[in-house]
């Protein structure tokens, strides 16, 4: 199966992991785009506040076929 794909980049966040991140990512990608495909993480950072951990940060690239 042939087809053009389109890729972005999206950055989730979260309090808890960079899993949760990276599921918050594609959750919000799905609700304005179609054919969502794969996913790569290109880059895991993070927030700290207070001497701790506050916030996990994941940059995807999301790739998704065009119509």
Request: aromatic share 10%; no cysteine; proline share 0%.
């Amino acid at each position: 199966m042939s087809g053009t794909y389109k890729v972005i980049e999206v950055v989730g966040t979260s309090e808890k992991s960079y899993a949760e991140a990276t599921r918050n990512a594609i959750a919000k990608a799905a609700q304005t785009l179609r054919g969502l495909s794969w996913f790569e993480a290109k880059e895991f950072r993070g927030a700290i506040r207070d001497n701790a951990v506050a916030e996990f940060q994941v940059v995807l690239k999301v790739g998704f076929r065009l119509d």
